[in-house]
């Protein structure tokens, strides 16, 4: 398997993946659309925000006269990697995020400039934040990048306001969306793998944790909490309703060989972004991104084209998974952690007596009804195919009834990447799973034909 993985990764570099970054002037909607987009390739645009007010206003004297009072969300972690995959012990790691403070902006400088402060804080909420969080500075920067979002055809789904230093890491993920990245101040370092890669990055479902200072474990349940690496910081593990997410722990910059041996392959790219540069970041693309030093950026997320890339890529992705779970019930018995015994010895007892099934008719209705549920984030009904991609990704759960019965653990919401989206996507597709498995039973060719149920009617 490894050597189809290897060969994949060949034929994109050969034939599609750059080996560096190009530098262009802002493009018409058409090239960038013809030369970038539509084959998925990064691009650095320069000279494309000099006329931003926010290149000459965004002093940090402007800021804090004008948002100094403004409550700001910050992450706060205490080794500056928030989002990250991180060991609890010998055997046990999770996903873990950082901790979220309300702070104003001023406290915000004031905490990123006081060396003696417990933390790396940075300003990194995503969820819209310039457009949420900071309307006094929407205008100072256009509110889309006018060629990408003609080419992308729509307009933002998220702007986000990002300040930190070189202190803080973003790790390595991917999003389903097409990303302009903009500096206004600083320079930026992002390390880009093609969603081809896929395999070489060990990709794996950990608990999601949060991290917590000491001096804020009062509001928390004692027995959740275990220590970090860090003296003062604690990591909280929800007992109940755990949640899990899927995540890289590949650090692309300092890999890990022997734990990590399929990550050999990888060749990331490299690129520096300069103040008033921008960077084309395709959809599915992964990424680890930090500061060269202090940085004040500006990006916008557009909804991405559900087209065949997106339909190859989760190929890819299954393909990946699979043989990594293959690799890990061939594995000698001997050589695995308890856990994983526990996980052979019940996979090889095979699966579990059948409960009797769902019958067809309210595992369609179920869907039926979760897809006619208008999602929250939008207050313009969305077409048809919208609400779709969107139960896919599952960025907005469909607040229906029948649909959370059938997955009662899973919270719904959650604009933040890498949270909840993951567990609604996997029960709805778990549903839609269990509905064509249904189907296929009682070999009913009419209902089949009638697939549309996975539509919202008209
Ligand atoms: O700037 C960062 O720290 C992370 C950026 C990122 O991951 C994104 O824009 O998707």
Same mark, same amino acid.
């Given at each position: 398997m490894e050597t189809v993985f290897a060969q994949l990764s060949e034929d994109a570099k050969d034939f599609w993946a750059?080996?560096?970054?190009?530098?262009?002037?802002?493009?018409?909607p058409l090239v960038f659309y013809r030369d970038y987009v539509s084959k998925n390739i990064p691009v650095i645009i320069t000279g494309g925000i000099d006329h931003w007010p926010a290149m000459r206003k965004w002093t940090d004297?402007?800021?804090l006269q004008t948002i100094g009072n403004k409550t700001v969300t910050v992450d706060v972690t205490p080794s500056g990697y928030g989002d990250a995959v991180l060991a609890l012990d010998a055997t046990t790691k999770v996903f873990v995020q950082p901790e979220e403070r309300d702070v104003t902006f001023r406290e915000f400088h004031t905490l990123y400039h006081d060396a003696a402060f417990d933390g790396i804080p940075y300003l990194s909420h995503q969820n819209d934040s310039l457009r949420d969080q900071f309307p006094q500075l929407v205008g100072d920067v256009d509110a889309a990048i006018g060629f990408a979002a003609e080419a992308f055809g729509?307009?933002?789904?998220a702007v986000n306001l990002w300040i930190g230093d070189e202190r803080a890491v973003s790790t390595m993920h991917k999003d389903h969306y097409e990303n302009m990245y903009c500096v206004v101040r600083g320079?930026?370092?992002f390390t880009l793998l093609p969603p081809s890669d896929v395999a070489f990055l060990h990709e794996t479902t950990y608990p999601t944790t949060r991290y917590v200072?000491?001096?804020r474990t009062a509001r928390f349940d004692a027995a959740a909490l275990r220590p970090s690496t860090h003296p003062s910081w604690f %990591?909280? %593990?929800p %007992?109940?309703?755990?949640?899990?997410?899927?995540?890289i722990p590949v650090d692309p910059l300092n890999v890990d060989a022997a734990q990590f041996p399929n990550a050999k392959h990888i060749a990331?790219?490299?690129? %520096?972004?300069?103040?008033?540069?921008m960077l084309y970041l395709p959809s599915l693309w992964y990424h680890r991104a930090t500061q060269l030093c202090d940085t004040v950026a500006v990006n916008y997320w557009h909804d991405m084209e559900f087209d065949a890339k997106y339909v190859y890529f989760n190929f890819v992705h299954g393909v990946a998974t699979a043989a990594k779970e293959l690799r890990l019930k061939t594995h000698s018995l001997s050589c695995l952690a308890p856990a994983r015994v526990h996980q052979a010895v019940a996979a090889a007892r095979g699966p579990a007596p059948r409960t009797p099934p769902v019958p067809a008719e309210s595992l369609l209705g179920a869907v039926r009804s979760a897809s006619a549920v208008e999602p929250a984030w939008n207050t313009t009904p969305p077409a048809p195919t919208r609400i779709l991609k969107h139960q896919l990704l599952c960025r907005s759960l469909p607040p229906s009834a029948a649909a959370q019965a059938l997955a009662p653990s899973q919270t719904p919401l959650c604009l933040r990447k890498g949270e909840a989206p993951k567990a609604t996507k996997a029960s709805l597709l778990a549903l839609r799973r269990q509905v064509e498995m249904r189907l296929a039973q009682d070999r009913n060719e009419e209902r089949r034909e009638a697939n549309e149920w996975w539509w919202p009617p008209a």
């Open positions: 750059p080996r560096s970054v190009a530098r262009i002037p802002p493009p018409s004297d402007y800021l729509n307009t933002p789904e320079r930026k370092h200072h000491e001096s %990591v909280h %593990v %007992v109940e309703a755990a949640e899990s997410t899927p995540w990331p790219l490299e690129v %520096v972004l300069e103040a008033g540069e």
